[in-house]
């Protein structure tokens, strides 16, 4: 999203970056999209695969469609960044002529704490902080400093820029954030929700304020990231005052592998009956949710759904139990924001699956919100209106773009720009 130059400031930033690369480093991989900031374009985009472990490959691909895989020798993200530079650069595939017109890195980091509640320019100070964080994120953390760190190294003194995926949710009030256990716990160990998807969150409402032609400022949106990790947030005026997702991403929506709200006690249960805090933690992360409850074998909605169409009853319960506590949750933020202006399908299953907004919105004629099927049907991975004319609470699909998201904050840190002008701004 592009703003426009406010009236109200008293000059108009300096400009920012030309060219942005944004890195998500996870434990054994390195994505990559570069972007060149005028006209919000991809130049390049891919990913290192396998880093650490047998036949690492890179895939790549550039803006006009040209593409490459390749087998990558690489032990860590450094070697990993090194191959994805040499593409950047090559005469051949490339779309850079030096390493130099890189003006800007923004880096996706998973855990901010209650330290930020913005993106902020990498100093010391911040990785030290990121890394003290890894208690609270240990599978990502740690990588994502991997990956600002292999940044240094390669490309020397180039500004990076942390934008944390709990960042947006740090407007939540104690009453949302707090578990109702005693106070002491939250002090001395920090239990209490942080939430995640934030830079998506954050991005799907900005652009369906764009998109409805309303200040954000004006808005209050439930949106809905249904991709293998699903969560649902509540905004007014910008700022969060719910979400779903807790001290870990495990809590909220079921999900393609993570099993949602859930009993505590269930927990206390299995612990006793001999299980381990190990075999629990991989049964609730990695074997529960669509995978666990359909029973067939995949996670993925596609498969769930054709499944149920062919009249396997387990997956009609797992794609019953997902619209469920999906609906059940839209109830409750309708209510905490006394009343929203949109519900906002985002993510793979938000974006692609008509059938599940249908399934969703059939139960949200008590909320005034009614579907248009034809513009259901026809909305696909695109931006639309999906509810009739006369619905008070609207239906919208907005495709995501986290990457885009931490390129725009990434200039937003570097050229200075104040969040709060955005969001009075029109958006
Ligand atoms: P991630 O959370 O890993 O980024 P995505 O946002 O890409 O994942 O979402 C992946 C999910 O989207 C999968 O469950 C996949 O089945 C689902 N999905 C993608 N296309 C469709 C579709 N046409 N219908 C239903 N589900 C879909």
Redesign the pocket.
């Known amino acids: 999203m592009k703003t426009e130059p406010q009236a109200h400031k008293p000059e108009s930033p300096p400009e920012g970056p030309a060219n942005v690369l944004v890195i998500n480093a996870g434990s054994s991989s390195l994505k990559f999209t570069l972007f060149s900031m005028e006209g919000e374009a991809i130049r390049a985009k891919g990913i290192v695969e396998r880093i650490g472990l047998d036949a690492p490959r890179l895939l790549y691909k550039r803006f006009d469609g040209k593409a490459l895989k390749r087998k990558a020798e690489v032990r860590n993200h450094s070697d990993a960044l090194r191959v994805v530079c040499d593409c950047l650069v090559d005469p051949d595939v490339g779309v850079l002529k030096t390493l130099d017109w890189v003006e800007a890195i923004g880096h996706r980091v998973v855990h901010g704490g209650e330290k930020f509640h913005e993106a902020v320019q990498i100093d010391p100070e911040v990785k030290q902080t990121i890394q003290s964080l890894a208690e609270l994120a240990p599978l990502h953390n740690p990588p994502n400093l991997g990956g600002i760190e292999a940044c240094e190294r390669v490309f020397g003194d180039i500004p990076n820029v942390a934008v944390f995926d709990t960042a947006f949710h740090q407007s939540m009030l104690p009453s949302s954030y707090l578990y109702a256990i005693p106070y002491e716990y939250y002090e001395k160990y920090g239990v209490r929700k942080y939430g995640f998807h934030g830079t998506s969150h954050k991005y799907v409402a900005q652009s369906t304020a764009e998109f409805l032609e309303k200040p954000l400022a004006r808005l209050k949106l439930i949106t809905c990231?249904?991709?293998?990790?699903?969560s649902i947030t509540a905004i007014e005026r910008g700022r969060v005052l719910d979400t779903s997702m807790g001290m870990t991403p495990l809590s909220g929506l079921v999900m393609?592998t993570r099993c949602g709200d859930i009993d505590p006690a269930v927990i206390l249960y299995l612990v006793r009956q001999g299980l381990s805090a190990d075999d629990i933690d991989r049964m609730l992360n990695k074997k529960s949710g669509?995978l666990g409850v359909a029973g067939i074998g995949t996670?993925?909605?596609?498969?769930?759904?054709a499944a149920a169409e062919e009249g396997s009853e387990q997956a009609k319960r797992a794609l019953h139990m997902f619209v469920h506590k999906l609906v059940s949750y839209i109830g409750a933020y309708e209510t905490i924001l006394e009343g929203a202006d949109a519900v906002v399908f985002t993510?793979?299953?938000?974006?692609?699956?008509?059938?599940?907004r249908s399934r969703v919105v059939s139960k949200l004629g008590c909320l005034g919100c009614f579907l248009d099927e034809d513009a259901n049907e026809a909305a696909?991975d695109c931006a639309a209106v999906i509810s009739t004319p006369k619905s008070i609470l609207k239906a919208v699909v907005m495709p995501?773009n986290e990457e885009l998201m931490i390129a725009r904050e990434t200039v937003r840190v570097l050229t200075g720009v104040e969040e709060d002008d955005e969001k009075d701004g029109d958006s």
């Open positions: 990231h249904l991709g293998n990790g699903c393609g669509l996670s993925d909605m596609r498969d769930i759904i993510g793979g299953i938000g974006e692609n699956s008509a059938y599940i696909l995501t």
